[in-house]
């Protein structure tokens, strides 16, 4: 089955700057890769997904990024601001099965 | 637009005795999904429906874990009985028809003394 992982487990970021996550999946049949904001009490938050006809995908702040031939995809949140700490979750999924795999998370700070 | 609606958000019992949690799709919706999320962790599947069809219970123990879905909207999610290990966050989501976006309720928290 489909396994994926991610890193870095934390990362903190002064406020402003750039923050990048990697995740690695494992079956070469998965073509959707959503990723999700996890407030402290809160359910996940879609906040931007790509699927597997694209490379990158960007939505004002935020772009993904997917290397296929690797099995690499990579979440890029630029100008960072204290509303983005949360916890990041990749995932992976085969469209029709719609069953999602998702990674370990990353808890981002941000510095003030 | 409402959410997917949970409750409730927060339980504890003692081991052995039995919970139950319930879950309201968006409107609409005729996937849906239970997740347990343990901490630190992301979401992991339980169980998916389609409409009242339980399409996926794979990963659900069964032994002690149930799940319905009558009519093919609201579901309720039954654990008898708890374990201390069955302590986590037990989340629900839903999707429309032919959609991979899932749209994830604010969960319940279950702590098992």
């Known amino acids: 089955g489909e396994n994926v992982e991610q890193h870095p487990s934390t990362l903190s970021v002064q406020e402003g700057d750039s923050a990048v996550i990697k995740c690695t999946y494992s079956?070469?049949?998965?073509?959707?890769f959503p990723w999700y904001k996890q407030e402290l009490g809160k359910g996940p938050q879609l906040i931007i997904d790509?699927?597997?006809?694209?490379g990158e995908k960007k939505d004002q702040r935020i772009a993904v990024t997917l290397n296929k031939t690797a099995k690499h995809f990579s979440l890029h949140i630029t100008e960072t601001q204290p509303e983005d700490s949360a916890v990041y979750f990749c995932?992976?999924?085969?469209?029709?099965?719609?069953?999602?795999?998702f990674g370990s998370g990353t808890r981002l700070s941000i510095r003030p | 637009e409402a959410g997917v609606v949970q409750s409730p958000r927060y339980k504890i019992i003692e081991k052995k005795q039995p919970v139950a949690f319930w879950c309201n799709p968006i409107?609409?919706?005729?996937?849906l999904y239970w997740y347990l999320q343990n901490l630190g962790q992301g979401p992991e599947l339980l169980i998916r429906?389609?409409?009242?069809?339980?399409?996926?219970d794979s990963q659900l123990p069964k032994d002690r874990f149930s799940a319905e879905r009558l009519k093919g909207v609201d579901s309720t999610l039954k654990i008898q009985p708890a374990e201390l290990g069955d302590s986590a966050v037990y989340l629900c989501?839903?999707?429309?028809?032919?959609?991979?976006?899932?749209?994830f309720g604010p969960g319940t928290r279950l702590t098992v003394l």
């Open positions: 989501a839903s999707s429309s028809e032919g959609r991979n976006e899932q749209f």
């Open positions: 079956d070469s049949a998965s073509n959707y």
């Open positions: 790509i699927r597997s006809n694209v």
């Open positions: 995932a992976a999924a085969y469209s029709s099965a719609s069953k999602i795999i």
């Open positions: 409107s609409g919706h005729n996937t």
């Open positions: 429906y389609e409409n009242e069809e339980a399409v996926d």
